[in-house]
């Protein structure tokens, strides 16, 4: 009876921890989600009101681009056909290396100068870009609580994923990956400065192409047909177009919005890279050719934004 009785408290406490999780989950998402909503209003409104024709333009031009280069990276693996694992893995670390790099040199430095331009406080810039990046971390995190996807190591996660096809499941976990590639698209146009905006998007455009491939083999590999495969993988770099829209309505308005949002961008991609990308380029006992791959990518990224900075 005591051990029954043990077990239920100890199962009570497991379910009260739980909850708490998820209700500090739902809060975090949320008040990322209003701050997202609320910059996307203001500065829609004022974007009508001073004219962001070309920043809009080439935010979609962006996002556009990474849709295809996901697409290329999708249909190589028609003409391809199985590449190893080991190979998989370190051009996916590739791809993580140009994402760290792309958010370091393309996304938070150049917030931090945004700010410094508007606020003279010392270190108050560093606190503006350090607040938009938690606000793209907890917006991940909300998304990766809250819709239904699959991780290799996890399985199914998210509400009602048992209801949802294992290869939707897939489909939908790299188009939240996709999200805050685009997100940066956009933001980085924001201010409508192309040594901010060019040398990101090649960055992202370059690393797709990689990224398609890994993503178009791992379906074959969930028994899709190669066709139907290049198909899926090439759909979820839709999601880039739509981060680009995201990104460019909440920075292009109010001066401030500006450094949050590639803050907010950087940190959705850092968290994307830690929680998706390096985890899966690991997952096989390749660690140290995607190491060398993610070195490789970063000094790529290095190489790309001297060149076209």
């Excluded at 949320?30 to 203001?42: E, G, M, N, T, W």
């Excluded at 700010?115 to 606190?127: F, R, Y």
């Excluded at 509400?159 to 980085?188: D, K, Q, T, Y």
Aim: hydrophobic content about 55%; proline content about 5%; some cysteine.
């Amino acid at each position: 009876m005591e051990q029954a009785q043990a077990l239920n408290d100890s199962f009570r406490a497991a379910l009260k921890r739980e909850l708490i999780r998820h209700r500090f989950a739902a809060i975090g998402m949320s008040v990322a989600l209003i701050v997202v909503l609320l910059l996307l209003l203001q500065n829609s409104i004022v974007a009508v009101q001073n004219g962001g024709g070309e920043r809009l333009q080439n935010a979609m031009l962006g996002g556009v681009g990474g849709f295809v280069s996901t697409a290329v990276g999708a249909f190589l693996a028609l003409m391809l056909g199985n590449i190893k694992a080991r190979t998989q893995d370190t051009m996916l670390g590739f791809a993580a290396g140009m994402m760290l790099a792309a958010s370091t040199f393309s996304l938070i430095l150049p917030g931090i100068e945004a700010a410094e331009a508007l606020i003279s406080m010392p270190m108050l810039p560093v606190a503006v870009v350090i607040t938009g990046m938690g606000l793209g971390v907890l917006l991940m995190l909300g998304l990766d609580r809250f819709t239904p996807h699959e991780h290799d190591n996890e399985g199914p996660c998210g509400p009602g994923c048992e209801r949802i096809g294992r290869v939707w499941l897939f489909f939908l976990a790299i188009a939240l990956h996709n999200l805050p590639e685009g997100m940066a698209i956009g933001v980085s146009f924001a201010d409508n400065d192309m040594s901010v905006g060019v040398p990101l998007t090649a960055a992202i455009l370059f690393q797709n192409v990689p990224e398609g491939l890994a993503v178009a083999l791992a379906l074959r590999a969930a028994m899709l047909s190669p066709i139907m495969a290049a198909v899926v993988a090439s759909g979820t770099g839709l999601m880039e177009l739509l981060g680009a829209f995201v990104g460019i309505g909440i920075s292009g308005g109010m001066p401030l919005a500006y450094p949050v949002g590639l803050g907010l961008a950087a940190g959705a991609m850092i968290f994307v890279v830690s929680h998706e990308v390096i985890p899966e380029t690991h997952r096989n006992g390749h660690q140290t050719p995607a190491t060398l791959g993610l070195m490789g990518g970063f000094a790529a990224m290095l190489v790309l934004d001297a060149a076209l900075g």
